[in-house]
């Protein structure tokens, strides 16, 4: 029975729950949205969400959050084809004196959903619905402030100054309650040490992660037959790791089209076969 401290009192409640469970809420698990998918209509009845996060500050203190925002994930991509660029595979960088580059133009789109710096979200009724906190969650983080040390927030954070300057109320106001519009990541071209001059086919930019899904000794018991059909088609998957060279085979078996990678060692007569089927093999070095 929970306490309830407005009235001094122990009180009864009843309640049906559903329990959906990530390992770690700042990746977007692809496997997730499977779960989601399946138990969609009953998810439909529910009232709320209870997002279960406590923490604890460097002074020992226990913060409990009562909400978040709600997120969006999506990714952008810009490929030569038809429009113009590189249609099949990079070229040379001299080339762009009379070839289109989709890097330039997946840029200049993003550049057009903010203000310069960043901070404006200039997407047409983005801001339309937000909603204003209410008196009782006004009362709430009023509490809040007298013991928010916003100095040893932006020191653990490695962070400066909030946008404009901003300090105190206005500061938690905005982070509790205004929208964002991020770039997680971006990629494209050539990435590696020194330079590489070319013309990149495509570049991607995400507001999640695409993901290498590890899946080895039998994705961990729930089955490597079962889950690797379940990522294949998958868009936020980039490629399957496992850890011998039988998980390789079948999943290939099962009709498993993405990357694998294996991650252990591999002979020279297993390696010339995992080669034929598009295996990428690591470098292994015995201990």
């Known amino acids: 029975m929970p306490w309830t401290p407005s009235s001094g009192r122990k ?26 998918d399946q138990y969609e209509e009953r998810l439909r009845t529910c009232e709320g ?31 030569g084809g038809d429009w113009g660029g590189p249609s099949r595979s990079e070229i040379h960088g001299s080339y ?35 909603r204003p906190p209410t008196a009782e969650e ?14 040893k ?7 400066a100054r ?16 205004d929208p964002t519009l991020n770039i997680d990541g971006i990629w494209g071209g050539y990435t590696g040490l020194g330079v590489k001059t070319i013309l990149p086919r495509e570049l991607y930019r995400h507001s999640g992660c695409r993901f290498l899904a590890v899946i080895k000794n039998n994705a961990n018991g729930i089955g490597l037959r079962d889950i ?8 936020e998957v980039y490629g399957l790791a496992v850890a011998r060279v039988d998980e390789v085979l079948a999943l290939r078996e099962v009709g498993v089209k993405k990357p694998i990678v294996l991650m252990a060692h591999a002979s ?20």
């Open 96 to 130: 762009k004196a009379v070839v289109d580059s989709p890097v330039w133009r997946l840029i200049h789109a993003l550049s057009s959903l903010t203000s310069v710096d960043g901070n404006t979200i200039l997407v047409p009724g983005y801001y339309d619905d937000v």
């Open 162 to 177: 909030w946008i404009s300057g901003a300090t105190g109320k206005e500061a938690i106001f905005r982070f509790l309650y």
């Open 228 to 235: 690797g059909p379940i990522l294949d088609p998958m868009d």
């Open 138 to 151: 006004q009362r709430l983080i009023n509490g809040v402030i007298g013991n928010w040390n916003e100095d």
């Open 49 to 79: 969400v209870f997002f279960p996060m406590n923490l604890q500050d460097t002074m020992g203190d226990i913060e409990l959050n009562l909400g978040v925002k709600g997120i969006l994930y999506f990714e952008m991509e810009a490929i």
């Open 11 to 36: 009180a009864r409640c009843r309640s049906t729950s559903w329990w959906l469970r990530t390992v770690k809420k700042s990746w977007g698990r692809p496997t997730f949205r499977v779960i989601v």
């Open 268 to 287: 020279r007569d297993e390696a010339e076969l995992l080669v034929r089927e598009g295996v990428r093999l690591s470098l292994y070095v015995p201990c």
């Open 153 to 159: 927030e932006r020191e653990l954070l490695g962070v």
